[in-house]
C-alpha cells in the first residue's frame, strides 16, 4: 500500500503483483487505520521472512556437513521456475533416483547418478493447462529465470532443447500415440519457436502412473520437493528401454543397471510402499512379464 498525491489530496492505493493499482479513497482515518495495519502486518511477515531464511541456513549448513547436498543446483534451480510458474510436471530419467534414495534413506553410488541433463516428462493431455501457465513468454522465458544463459538448440534425436553456458541441457518430452499424429497438442498451443516437448511413444505408460514425491536437497543444502513417477514404473520403462535393439548399447548398459538398482531398492528399502493398480494397468503384461523374467531375484 501507499499514499498517492492527486489534485492536492492523498490517496491510499493497494498495489498487485500483476502491476494494477486499486484506490481505497482519500486520506482519512478510516484509510490511515486500513495503512498502519497494513505496514505493521508487513513488518511481521518480513521479520518471519528473514527468522526463517535463517533456520533454512542453519539447516543447509548441517546438510551440507552430512554430505546429503546431493541433487544438481542447475537442475534444481530449473524445477523451481518450473514450480513457481505452477507448470504441472514430472522429472524422470537418471535425477528420478535422487527422490527414491531419500524415501529409501540411502546413498545411491556416483556413477549412477551421473547426467549432465534432466528430462522433464509433461502430460500432452493437460496440453491447455501447461501453455495457459506457460503463457506467451514461453517455456524458455521461464528457464532463463534460472539461467540466463539457457539458449533453444536443436538436437537431431530430440528435436529442441535447452543448452546453458555450462552445457546443462532440459529435455521437454511427452507421450505420444501410435500411431503418431501429425501434430500434437503442444505444437498446436505453443509458440513456433519456444521448446515444443519431444513425443516418446512408451512415455505413455509413464504418464499413466501416479507421481512420486520426495524431498531432496541440492548442492547447497536447499531443500527441493521433487516429483517423479512410481519406481515400479520407473522400473518396468528403463527395462524396456534397455532390451530395445534400436538404443545405444551404453545407454541400454545404464538403463539396465538402473533398473536393477530401483528394483534392489524395492526389494529391501521400500517395501511398505503400496503397489498401485495403475502400473499394473499402464503397462502391458508383456513388459511386466519379461522384466520379471529379466530380474527374477526381484518382485518387480
Not at 497494513?38 to 521479520?47: L, S, V, Y
Not at 549432465?116 to 529465470?145: C, F, H, K
Not at 507421481?211 to 531432496?216: E, N, Q
Request: charge should be positive; aromatic fraction near 8%; glycine fraction near 6%.
Amino acid at each position: 500500500m501507499h499514499w498517492k498525491h492527486i489534485g492536492g489530496r492523498d490517496y491510499l492505493y493497494r498495489g498487485f503483483s500483476h502491476g494494477k493499482n486499486h484506490s481505497l479513497g482519500p486520506r482519512s482515518s478510516e484509510t490511515e487505520a486500513i495503512k498502519a495495519a497494513f505496514d505493521e502486518k508487513k513488518a511481521a511477515h518480513k521479520a518471519r521472512e528473514a527468522s526463517l531464511k535463517t533456520q533454512l541456513q542453519t539447516h543447509a549448513a548441517y546438510v551440507r556437513a552430512n554430505r546429503l547436498h546431493r541433487f544438481p543446483v542447475t537442475a534444481a534451480r530449473v524445477i523451481r521456475a518450473l514450480q513457481h510458474q505452477r507448470i504441472p510436471f514430472r522429472v524422470i530419467g537418471t535425477n528420478a533416483l535422487y527422490a527414491y534414495e531419500s524415501r529409501a534413506g540411502v546413498l545411491i553410488e556416483p556413477e549412477h547418478l551421473a547426467t549432465a541433463d534432466v528430462d522433464v516428462l509433461m502430460d500432452a493431455r493437460q496440453g491447455v493447462r501447461i501453455a495457459t501457465q506457460v503463457g506467451p513468454e514461453g517455456l524458455l522465458s521461464v528457464l532463463r529465470r534460472s539461467d540466463r544463459t539457457f539458449q533453444r538448440l536443436t538436437d537431431a534425436t530430440f528435436g529442441f532443447c535447452a543448452v546453458n553456458d555450462t552445457g546443462y541441457r532440459v529435455d521437454f518430452i511427452t507421450q505420444g500415440a501410435s500411431p503418431p499424429l501429425e501434430m500434437n497438442d503442444f505444437e498446436r498451443l505453443l509458440q513456433a519457436d519456444d521448446l515444443t516437448p519431444v513425443t516418446i511413444e512408451s512415455l505413455k505408460w509413464l504418464v499413466a502412473t501416479p507421481r512420486f514425491d520426495a524431498i531432496v536437497f541440492d548442492e547447497r543444502g536447499m531443500p527441493l520437493r521433487l516429483a517423479t513417477v512410481d519406481p515400479r514404473a520407473f522400473v518396468l520403462h528403463k527395462w524396456y528401454v534397455s532390451q530395445r535393439a534400436d538404443r545405444e548399447p551404453a545407454k541400454r548398459h545404464r538403463d539396465e543397471a538402473q533398473a536393477r538398482l530401483v528394483a534392489n531398492l524395492l526389494h529391501h528399502e521400500l517395501r511398505d510402499l503400496p503397489m498401485p493398480g495403475a502400473v499394473l494397468r499402464a503397462f502391458p503384461h508383456l513388459v511386466r512379464q519379461q522384466a520379471g523374467a529379466g530380474m527374477d531375484e526381484f518382485d518387480v
